[in-house]
C-alpha cells in the first residue's frame, strides 16, 4: 500500500516505480526479518523435551531463515536497474552514454578507445572514484581526462571491468539507481561469447549503438542473437547515431531513413524475434545524433546558450533522442522491477508462509497436549475419588467388624464373671 507522502504512481517519472518498489520491498523484508526472528525466538524458548509441541527439524527450519531473509535483503540492497550497450568501434557508444549523463564522463573519441568495460554508477557519497575488477582499492578522479589516464597504462584485458563511481547528484539516472555499461567494439574483440555470460544475463535493456552513416554489420547482428539465445526475449532498442551526418545529403535523408527503419525492423521482428509487431519494433529505433546532445547539454550545463542549431534537423534529432531517453527509461524500469523484484517477493510469501505453518503447528500441537493432560487429570481424580470412597467403605466394615468384636469380648466377659 502507498505510504503516506509518496505522490501517486501515476506522477512518477518511471525510474521512481523502481526506486519506490525498491524501499517498499526493502521494508517488507524488514518486517519479514523482525518476524521470523520473533518465530525463532519463541521456538528456542520452548523446552520441546518437557513439551514436545514441535520437531527439532522444524525449530532449525525457523533458525535458519534471519540468515536467508539477511542474504536477500543484501541482493536487494545492490539491485539496480542496468542497461548495456553494444555497437562497432566508434559508432559513438561513449558519447551516447556521455549524453545521457549529461557530461563527459566516459574517454570517447576517434579509433579504437574503449578498450574494456566501463561500468558507470552513482556514489553514494558524491564522490568520483573508480576501481578495478576484484579490488577494493577506490582510485579518485577529479576529471575526465583524469579518467582517461587512470585508465591508460593499466594492461586491461577487454573483458575486464572498471566500475566508475560518479556524484548521484550530478545526474538523475545514476540517482535513481540506473547502471550504464559500456563495452568496447564488438568488432575489435574475439571473446564476444565470455561477454553475454559475464555482464548480460541480469542486463535490463541492450542499446546496440549503430552507425547511420553505413548498416548494421554482420558482427553486431551475430552478436544479438548469441545474445537473444541466452536471454529469452531480451529488450533490445536501436540507435542510429550519427544521424547529424544526413545533413550533408538532404535529397536522400528520407530513402536512407526508410532503408535503416526497414532493416532494424526486420531484424529485430525477423531475426531475432524480440518483438511481436511491426508497430512494437518501430518503438524501439530511433535516428539521433548523441554528440549533438552532449554537447547542447555540456553547455546549458556551463550557463551558455545552447549552438547545435546549426546543422540542419538539429532540432528533430534532440527530440528524437529525448524520446529516445523517455522510452527507454520506462522499459528498463517496468523489466526491472518485474525481473528482480518478482523472485524476491515469491521467495519472502515462502519464507512468511513456511514459518506460519510452522507455528501453527505447534499451536496445534499445544492444544492436544494441553487436552490430553486435561484429561489425564480427570481420570486420576475419578480414580483418586473411587479409593476414597472404598477406604470409607473399607473402614466402616473394619469399624463395625471391631465393635463387633468388642461387643463379643464384652459379652465373654460378662459370662465369666456371672459364672
Ligand atoms: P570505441 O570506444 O572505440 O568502441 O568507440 P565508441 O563507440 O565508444 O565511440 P565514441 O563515443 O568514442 O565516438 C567516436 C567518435 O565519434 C568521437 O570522436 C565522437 O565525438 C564521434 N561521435 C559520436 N557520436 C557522434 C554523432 O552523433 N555524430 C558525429 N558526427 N560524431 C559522433
Ligand atoms: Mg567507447
Known sequence: SPKVGVSPRE??????IFVLAKKEINSTFGDISKYVSEGGEFLSSLELDKMPVIDNADRETVLAFPDKVRGIREVLARDHMKCVFFGRTSNGK????NAMLQDKILPSGLGHTTNCFLQ??????????????????????????????????ESLDPNALVRIFWPSNKCNLLRDDVVLLDSPGVDVSPNV???????????????IVANAESTLTTTEKKFFHKVSERLSKPNVFILNN??????NEPECIDKVRKQHLDRNISFLLEELKVYGSRSQAEERVFFVSAR??????????KGEQPSGGQ??????????FEDFERKFEKCLSETAVKTKFQQHCERGVKIVSEVMQ????????????????????????????????QMHELTDEVKHRIEQLVEQVECQVTQALSE
Open 11 to 16: 506522477h512518477l517519472s518511471p525510474l521512481k
Open 94 to 97: 561513449s558519447t551516447v552514454i
Open 120 to 153: 558507470v554508477e552513482g556514489s553514494k557519497n558524491n564522490e568520483a572514484y573508480l576501481m578495478l575488477e576484484n579490488t577494493s582499492e577506490k582510485r579518485s578522479v577529479e576529471s575526465v581526462s583524469q579518467l582517461g589516464n587512470a585508465l591508460h597504462g
Open 193 to 207: 561469447d565470455d561477454w553475454i555470460d559475464k555482464y548480460c544475463l541480469d542486463a535490463d535493456v541492450f542499446v
Open 242 to 247: 550519427r544521424w547529424d551526418a544526413s545533413a
Open 292 to 301: 549533438e546532445v552532449l554537447n547542447t547539454r555540456i553547455q546549458k550545463l
Open 311 to 320: 546543422i540542419e534537423g538539429y532540432q528533430s534529432r534532440y527530440f528524437e
Open 358 to 389: 510452522i507455528m501453527d503447528k505447534a499451536f496445534q500441537n499445544a492444544t492436544s497436549l494441553r487436552e490430553s493432560k486435561i484429561a489425564d487429570r480427570n481420570e486420576y481424580l475419578d480414580r483418586l475419588e473411587f479409593t476414597k470412597m
